[in-house]
């Protein structure tokens, strides 16, 4: 199971950006779906953005237009740009590999923290 390191997050004010980055402990080029999940304060962890070897990227309804996910097989790096943030947003966020579907990750660990304040 490829382990996953995240990292980027901070506090930033609403309308602001943060790149997070997520460094995989080999090399990505082979795993065909990568996902990022973030769990809100008190909430259950949920899904937000897909990107497939192929380039298919998907997202959840409230970080369409806003969020850009990409990866570097180069790397082994997943990406997730987040503009316009909201204080919704605010959440700890975490990559992870996605084997028919859902996330093949054991320990999730702290992620990288988020949080939307002003």
């Known amino acids: 199971q490829v382990q996953f390191v995240e990292s980027g997050g901070g506090l930033v004010q609403p309308g602001g950006s943060l790149r997070l980055s997520c460094v995989a402990s080999r090399s990505i080029a082979n795993i065909y779906s990568l996902a990022w999940y973030r769990q809100p304060p008190g909430k259950q962890r949920e899904w937000v953005a897909t990107?497939?070897?192929?380039?298919?990227?998907n997202y959840v309804a409230s970080a369409k237009g806003r969020f850009t996910i990409s990866r570097d097989n180069v790397r082994n790096t997943v990406y997730l740009q987040m503009n316009s943030l909201k204080p919704e947003d605010t959440a700890a966020y975490y990559c992870?590999?996605?084997?028919?579907?859902?996330?093949?990750?054991?320990?999730w660990g702290k992620g990288t923290l988020v949080t939307v304040s002003s």
């Open positions: 992870t590999e996605l084997r028919n579907g859902n996330p093949d990750r054991d320990y």
């Open positions: 990107i497939t070897a192929g380039g298919r990227i």
